[in-house]
């Protein structure tokens, strides 16, 4: 009955993905940022849709900066950019912060979140600087996607001098956990149904989820050494060893042992492993105190040289898709972590374009997001009337709300606590992405991962901390560099202290409206101590602050 | 059973058509619960005024040292067990003053529920679904602050006394998320300003003032969630003294039980008096896999004075008609006893109680088996215990919500109301 009801649907979207497919070989030869704005334009015009108008410089270059860099522009970098009459100063920023090493440091913050979240499982995975460090030289020589993940799931060498093994670190000896997460990160294919039971309305058994935990059966967490104040962990793979299937998990009963299940790929061929030696004999553990051996034979490496490959159906649409909404807002199919059937794209022609065309250039990360950030699409204003955070047809700019580490450093510019420390040559005491704020508070009030889809999900206690919370310590130094030493010592008209206050916090000039507003408070006399205080604190707390738009 | 299984997956086969067929027709949208729970609907429930108190035995009390006794069989554990005012029952020594008001309580003995750790079993018996990858639940403190709290309060309409929160208000949206305050009942960090009120003033009408010159032209939901958070915040300061209860607590202390569940339970009955409508009251902690009965002795007696005395209290002040009390955790405890007099996780068989608004009182309902191996009849899973709260809170579990383009009805789809329960 179910199977009846459904296949109508499975029909449309098959007849979706045919158009799709043709329509993307129409596009060889456009640039990707026109294909982007044209399949867009379309949905706009069947749909009848009015988008907002394009962003205005101002709005553009913070959001820009928010998303290549992880903070808001400084207030020389906003003069700047606005005062330059060249034409093509859009596409000319975009190229410079591509290559400002923040990039690579925003870059890292964002996919650690994806690949260990705020609250990895364990295993030493909760400081991973080796990992970091890795991923950081990875975007900073722009190395491709493929590349990358291929060298994360090889996982060679040890935590602190490669880095890339923590990643699987964390599901070893929990074989079904690798797979759930590496099928959902890098293919955007959602398992974890087919753990228990087969798959109820996709096409996934429980034998093809053990046959991909097989992958992952034999890997072991090995001790190999310290590198200064930093543990050296190897990830060691047995010969031996397979994970145990008993059957859906309704029929399990206690003492039942299951069959071994030998590795498959997921939709695709099982693998082909040698025979081990006759008398084949191995230690159930690997030894610690040095590097592990290679095993007769590596499943692991057989998936990651898998992974990436031509014929694996779901990589290349799955990173298109993930990095597209990372900057779009909404990946074409949202969530981007489940490309599945029943949540098709909500415009398929673009997802194949995009897929294409990433995989045509080699999984350049930095030539696709140049490509994304060019378009016109991305390039509306936040300004207008869909109501969305994420409008399903891009016809307005995302409300994606800052991370804690993006809040805290965008603070630290708009307020110059950053340009004065620079100026009297001190660092900050605890220099971690939070100084001179407290790294609990700010994960406890903005840290938290969100909804899974990105979704704003703040509450009152947010504002508590705003209101009465500890932003006096970015205040608490107010001498030669911040905004409230210009704002209070500055012998400049008032006029111009309130111009350089919204572009400082808010990267654009005032409305008239709000210059007189300002002016007028400014001006006040009595009582005078706190009047700069709270006008900064102001634009601190405001929504358009709160989100990149 | 496995902790991993995504049970919003789990969904009704038309709730599943809505889904494909909407999603085929290329809607997804963000609409924090809308649609078919109506704001009338809403308002409706609310003046009928029922409040709920959760008391949240956290870790897992043991069914065996509270409700369920097995005396004299291997899984009995040490206690005695003792009369109550049902004749024919009998509960824990442990529980004297509980013991006198089974005239108030329906006890279940007959849960059965299906996540067997901490994390999932909280998540499970705070949202009455599994933890899923893709769908946030909200918790049932979110769900009654929705459909029975005042939206037009100073107060939060959703408030945790130390209890633990995986999923807070998931896709109802920020407005209904938890507001938590600590184990001796006070208000979050950073509750209290410290500025000089005018100055405080002149700042909130700076703030409006860019507030209000954004929002024109500018509509997206999130910055007007933000904006309502910020109001709820400062409305906050106008009701503050409701959450100082100091003066009761030393009125109180005696009835209650000096204790700090004492003292959480006093602050919830303040609360709901108050007219908050969801207040959770958290216990630590009853993890018992070592030292089982002395964990117990020291936990059980201090919480069910505490226990008795706010179903006295709210009953002497009339609120107790209006006011359900739950009484729970997330997992009961093992019928064997290990090597360490400790009793570990177990979902098959285990007890809960209710009192209060819309439950009969004196009501054992559901059995376990000779041992409390399994339940002998009428399994209560979480999805059924839920949709029996919702309902005696005059909330149809039925009702659904968008989580994006899935309805989700408040009460997993297939869970039966327990009537029998229900006054």
């Known amino acids: ?549 | 059973m496995n902790p991993h299984c995504p049970r919003n997956e789990h969904i009704s086969r038309r709730a599943l058509m809505k889904g494909a067929l909407a999603t085929a027709a290329g809607a997804t949208v963000m609409n924090w619960g809308g649609l078919t729970s109506t704001p009338a609907f809403a308002a409706e429930v609310a003046k009928k005024q029922k409040h709920c108190i959760m008391l949240w035995m956290n870790g897992g009390a043991s069914q065996f040292e509270t409700f369920d006794m097995k005396v004299g069989r291997p899984t009995g554990g040490i206690f005695r067990e003792i009369d109550t005012d049902l004749p024919g029952y009998k509960v824990c020594e442990l529980m004297p003053e509980i013991a006198k008001r089974i005239h108030k309580l329906a006890v279940i003995r007959s849960m059965r529920t299906s996540q067997i750790d901490h994390p999932g079993g909280i998540y499970l018996m705070h949202a009455g679904y599994a933890e899923a990858a893709n769908v946030r639940f909200p918790e049932i403190g979110a769900i009654v602050a929705k459909y029975a709290g005042d939206p037009n309060s100073d107060l939060p309409n959703f408030v945790k006394i130390s209890a633990p929160s995986y999923t807070g208000a998931g896709f109802l949206g920020p407005k209904y998320q938890p507001f938590g305050l600590d184990q001796n009942g006070r208000l979050p960090t950073f509750s209290v300003s410290g500025m000089n009120p005018a100055d405080e003033q002149r700042r909130h009408e700076l703030r409006s003032f860019i507030e209000e010159s954004y929002a024109r032209d500018h509509q997206a939901e999130p910055t007007r969630m933000h904006q309502q958070a910020y109001e709820q915040a400062r409305r906050l300061q106008n009701v503050r003294s409701v959450f100082d209860v100091e003066s009761e607590w030393q009125k109180y202390k005696e009835k209650y039980g000096d204790s700090a569940i004492g003292r959480k339970c006093l602050t919830a009955r303040c609360l709901v008096e108050a007219g908050i409508a969801f207040v959770e009251a958290g216990h630590d902690n009853y993890d018992t896999h070592a030292d089982n009965f002395t964990g117990h002795k020291a936990r059980v007696p201090v919480m069910e004075k505490a226990w008795a005395a706010l179903l006295d209290d709210l009953e002497e002040r009339g609120l107790l008609q209006d006011t359900l009390v739950i009484w729970t955790g997330e997992i009961g405890r093992t019928p064997s006893i290990n090597n360490r007099s400790g009793r570990d996780h177990y979902v098959r068989s285990w007890s809960t109680a209710l009192a209060g608004a819309g439950v009969k009182g004196g009501l054992v309902y559901g059995e376990s088996d000779r041992d409390g191996h399994d339940v002998k009849d009428n399994p209560v899973t979480e999805g059924d215990f839920f949709a029996t709260i919702y309902k005696a809170l005059g909330i149809d579990p039925t009702i659904e919500n968008y989580a994006g383009i899935r309805p989700i009805p408040l009460a997993p789809f297939g869970s039966k109301v327990v009537e029998d329960l229900l006054a």
């Open chain 1, 1 to 549: 009955m179910l199977e009846k009801l459904l296949r109508p649907v499975s029909s449309f979207a098959a007849a979706v993905v045919v158009c799709g497919m043709l329509a993307g070989t129409a596009h060889a030869e456009t640039p990707l940022r026109e294909v982007i704005d044209a399949e867009v334009a379309k949905v706009w015009k069947e749909k009848g849709i009015n988008p907002s108008a394009p962003a205005p410089d101002a709005e553009f270059l913070r959001r820009v900066y928010l998303d290549l860099l992880g903070t808001t522009p400084s207030y020389q970098e906003t003069a700047a950019f606005l005062d330059d009459a060249a034409p093509d100063k859009r596409a000319k920023l975009i190229d410079k912060l591509l290559d400002d090493p923040r990039f690579a440091e925003h870059q890292t913050r964002e996919w650690d979140m994806v690949l260990f979240g705020r609250n990895p499982p364990g295993y030493d995975s909760g400081s991973r600087e080796g990992f970091i460090r890795f991923l950081r030289e990875q975007f900073a020589k722009n190395a491709p996607y493929d590349q990358i993940v291929k060298t994360i799931l090889l996982a060679e060498g040890d935590t602190s001098n490669q880095g890339a093994p923590m990643f699987l670190m964390q599901y070893q000896r929990n074989p079904e956990d690798a797979a759930v997460a590496v099928t959902k990160i890098f293919m955007g294919v959602q398992l974890e149904c087919a753990r228990c039971h087969d798959h109820p309305f996709e096409d996934y058994t429980q034998v093809d989820f053990y046959g991909m935990a097989a992958f992952f059966a034999r890997l072991q967490r090995v001790e190999a050494g310290t590198n200064g104040k930093e543990k050296m962990l190897a990830l060691g793979e047995k010969s031996t060893g397979d994970v145990l299937f008993t059957g859906p998990a309704i029929d399990a009963t206690p003492g039942k042992k299951g069959e071994p299940i030998a590795p498959k790929f997921l939709k695709g061929e099982p693998l082909a492993e040698p025979e081990l030696p006759q008398d084949f004999k191995e230690p159930p553990n690997i030894p610690g105190g040095k590097m592990p051996e290679k095993p007769q034979f590596s499943r692991k490496d057989a998936f990651a040289e898998w992974v990436a490959r031509p014929d694996n159906p779901w990589f290349a649409r799955e990173a298109a898709n993930r990095i597209f909404g990372q900057f779009l807002g909404k990946g074409v199919v949202h969530p981007v972590d489940n490309l599945s059937d029943v949540n098709p794209p909500s415009h398929p022609a673009l997802l194949d374009a995009l897929e294409k065309e990433f995989v045509a250039h080699r999984f350049d990360i930095k030539w696709y997001v140049r490509e994304l950030l060019n378009s016109k699409t991305y390039q509306l204003s936040s300004a207008g009337s869909a109501t969305e955070a994420f409008p399903l047809y891009y016809e307005r700019a995302k409300y994606r709300p800052l991370s804690a580490e993006e809040l805290a450093a965008s603070w630290r510019v708009a307020t110059g606590y950053d340009e004065a420390l620079a100026k009297s040559g001190k660092k900050p005491e605890n220099a971690d992405d939070f100084a001179p704020l407290t790294r609990g508070y700010m994960l406890s009030f903005f840290g938290k991962p969100g909804d899974g889809e990105g979704n704003f999900q703040g509450g009152m206690h947010e504002h508590l901390y705003l209101n009465n919370g500890e932003l006096a310590r970015l205040f608490a130094n107010s001498g030669d560099g911040t905004l409230l030493h210009y704002l209070s010592k500055s012998e400049d008209p008032i006029e111009k202290k309130v111009e350089r206050l919204f572009l400082q916090m808010l990267s654009r000039p005032p409305s008239e409206e709000e210059a007189k507003f300002f002016v007028a408070y400014l001006s006040e006399t009595e009582p005078s101590g706190q009047r700069q205080q709270n006008a900064i604190w102001t634009l601190m707390t405001c929504s358009e602050f709160r989100f990149n738009h």
